[in-house]
Nanobody, 118 residues
Framework: QVHLVESGGGLVQPGGSLRLSCAAS????????MGWYRQVSGKQRELVAS???????IYADSVKGRFTISRDNAKNTVYLQMNSLKSEDTAVYYC????????????WGQGTQVTVSS
């Protein structure tokens, strides 16, 4: 059974930092593209950042230069370091695992709330 468990969310002031973690189990972590998405109530879920099996990264324009995604294959964990947080970063953040193989299953975590407010 596949589990993606996010942690590290919380309340932070504007300009502050948080690090999200997503621990995966039940998959061969090293062969999965890992991503972080976020969703605000009433809006579509959007990609924040992703990291390929080879370590290549993609970021949403809104977070470039502020967020860093990384993965530790030995720990089956993907991280999202979030710096210079803004109120508009407030959302539920979801971890995602997928393979670049057509028809493969996509896995999601349960989400962790990030609130940026003074």
């Amino acid at each position: 059974q596949v589990h993606l468990v996010e942690s590290g969310g919380g309340l932070v002031q504007p300009g502050g930092s948080l690090r999200l973690s997503c621990a995966a189990s039940g998959i061969s972590f090293g062969i999965y593209i890992m991503g972080w998405y976020r969703q605000v109530s009433g809006k579509q879920r959007e990609l924040v950042a992703s990291v390929t099996t080879g370590g290549g990264t993609i970021y949403a324009d809104s977070v470039k230069g502020r967020f860093t995604i990384s993965r530790d294959n030995a720990k089956n964990t993907v991280y999202l370091q979030m710096n210079s947080l803004k109120s508009e970063d407030t959302a539920v953040y979801y971890c995602n695992a997928r393979r670049q193989v057509p028809g493969s299953l996509i896995y999601w975590g349960q989400g962790t709330q990030v609130t940026v407010s003074s």
